[in-house]
């Protein structure tokens, strides 16, 4: 099935996503600074200090590069502040027959319904789309990122991935 790109505006009752603006890369450099150290290093600020704001700029400047369909910012409309991501990846650890779905939150973020309603959002332009499933991987001490997943009907397929380090990795699934 071709890509279905994400439409360049979701909207919500709380919540716009919507594409990253260059200005934002110091809201992308806190997530990634925020991160749980049990994350591999691969995804957090390195001992030179990189991903830089130059780099988070440059990335977003690029825009999502094919065959991704893009990580949307999250904006919540009364504040008008960026809060994090939801958007659909290839690439994880997902089957190659569909996409998968990612998000991430700020932790002053978190706990609010926001990645649950964005992830809604998501989910229906991809049943739309016609994609007939969507997958999502999270670590098993993720209970956050696993309860979103359940709040939205994905189901825990399996472990996919032992790691000893970071914590093995599950493999969800939701049918469209």
Same mark, same amino acid.
């Given at each position: 099935?071709?890509?279905?790109?994400?439409?360049?505006?979701?909207?919500?009752?709380?919540?716009?996503? &919507? *594409?990253?603006? $260059?200005?934002?890369?110091?809201?992308?450099? =806190?997530?990634? %600074?925020?991160?749980? !150290?049990?994350?591999? /290093?691969?995804?957090?600020?390195?001992?030179?200090? &990189? *991903?830089?704001? $130059?780099?988070?700029?440059?990335?977003?400047? =690029?825009?999502? %590069?094919?065959?991704? !369909?893009?990580?949307? /910012?999250?904006?919540?409309?009364?504040?008008?502040?960026?809060?994090?991501?939801?958007?659909?990846?290839?690439?994880?650890?997902?089957?190659?027959?569909?996409?998968?779905?990612?998000?991430?939150?700020?932790?002053?973020?978190?706990?609010?319904?926001?990645?649950?309603?964005?992830?809604?959002?998501?989910?229906?332009?991809?049943?739309?789309?016609?994609?007939?499933?969507?997958?999502?991987?999270?670590?098993?001490?993720?209970?956050?990122?696993?309860?979103?997943?359940?709040?939205?009907?994905?189901?825990?397929?399996?472990?996919?991935?032992?790691?000893?380090?970071?914590?093995?990795?599950?493999?969800?699934?939701?049918?469209?």
């Amino acid at each position: 099935m071709d890509e279905p790109a994400l439409p360049a505006r979701l909207e919500t009752p709380r919540l716009v996503l &919507r *594409p990253w603006r $260059a200005g934002e890369a110091p809201i992308q450099r =806190r997530l990634w %600074q925020e991160r749980d !150290p049990r994350v591999p /290093a691969a995804r957090r600020i390195d001992a030179q200090g &990189r *991903p830089t704001l $130059a780099d988070l700029e440059a990335s977003i400047a =690029r825009g999502p %590069q094919p065959p991704a !369909p893009g990580l949307l /910012a999250i904006e919540r409309r009364a504040e008008g502040d960026v809060i994090g991501y939801c958007g659909l990846i290839r690439g994880g650890h997902a089957p190659a027959d569909a996409p998968e779905i990612a998000y991430e939150l700020l932790r002053s973020a978190q706990g609010h319904g926001y990645a649950t309603e964005a992830g809604r959002a998501v989910v229906a332009v991809a049943r739309e789309a016609g994609h007939p499933r969507l997958w999502a991987s999270v670590r098993v001490w993720n209970t956050a990122s696993r309860r979103v997943l359940e709040k939205l009907g994905f189901t825990e397929q399996g472990i996919i991935a032992r790691d000893a380090v970071h914590g093995d990795t599950l493999l969800t699934g939701l049918a469209l």
